[in-house]
């Protein structure tokens, strides 16, 4: 989605907000003068605070983790909630490197629940990429928030980005175990009322979701709705990975 993303994007008079960031990938490569990047995975801000902050410490870590499937599975199991950022942050890449297809997922215990992934040899740590995140989170305001929050704090000039859990296309394709409370079809419509009340002030407002009729019925007023072609390769089964319609709303 990156180059559609990039293309679309306005110029950023103000801060930059992302408040699903996730893995960040549109943040890393405007790399803004100001951020503020917010999720309610509290594992994964703890892991952005962990590189930003120590990371030193989380690259030592990780370069003593093996990849072996018993270490692995005793690892995921560890109650890392009262480690420090650093100790979180290396436990939360090494799953990530590791686990089958990069998944983060939970289940009703906060519990991670990823199998152990089919690779040869995974780059655990990659020191010169950790190293340089470090470098762009220093611009960032990171913490743990619920996606309307930025209503309180995005001013006109400022630019907002929503990448939330997508409206499943169909009743088996069903991801909302991001964190443990999932997200909804009432959080959806939340979301657009957010986004609109953001447009009203005149904040920039960026979306990607699905192409399920459920999204294009949501942002039919107010908004500008793209289909894009986006690659997606989570499908356990090779064969079924490819291009799928997605949509950008602005």
């Known amino acids: 989605m990156l180059p559609w993303l990039l293309s679309m994007a306005?110029?950023?008079a103000g801060t930059y907000f992302e408040p699903f960031v996730g893995g960040g990938a549109l943040f890393f490569a405007l790399?803004?003068?100001r951020a503020v990047l917010t999720d309610t995975n509290a594992r994964l801000v703890r892991t952005y605070l962990g590189v930003r902050n120590s990371v030193d410490r989380v690259i030592q870590l990780l370069d003593t983790?093996?990849?072996d499937r018993t270490f692995f599975y005793e690892f995921r199991q560890a109650d890392i909630d009262g480690a420090s950022d650093a100790e979180v942050a290396a436990w939360f890449i090494y799953l990530n490197k590791t686990g089958f297809n990069g998944l983060y997922r939970v289940n009703r215990e906060n519990r991670?629940?990823?199998?152990f992934g089919r690779y040869v040899n995974p780059k655990i740590c990659d020191e010169i990429n950790l190293r340089r995140c470090s470098a762009a989170l220093a611009r960032a305001e990171v913490m743990v928030d619920d996606f309307d929050a930025v209503d309180g704090r995005a001013r006109r000039g400022d630019f907002v980005y929503f990448d939330p859990p997508y409206v499943p296309l169909s009743a088996t394709s069903s991801f909302t175990a991001y964190t443990a409370d999932g997200f909804g079809p009432?959080?959806?419509?939340?979301?657009r009322d957010t986004a609109l009340r953001l447009k009203a002030r005149g904040v920039s407002v960026m979306l990607s979701n699905s192409s399920a009729p459920m999204v294009r019925s949501l942002y039919a007023d107010g908004f500008e709705?793209?289909?894009?072609?986006?690659?997606?390769?989570?499908n356990s089964k090779a064969s079924a990975r490819g291009a799928i319609?997605?949509?950008i709303i602005r």
């Open 31 to 33: 790399q803004p003068k």
């Open 112 to 115: 991670y629940n990823v199998p």
């Open 65 to 67: 983790y093996p990849h």
């Open 225 to 234: 709705v793209t289909d894009v072609l986006a690659t997606r390769s989570v």
């Open 10 to 12: 306005p110029h950023i």
């Open 245 to 247: 319609l997605e949509v």
């Open 186 to 191: 009432e959080a959806q419509a939340r979301l």
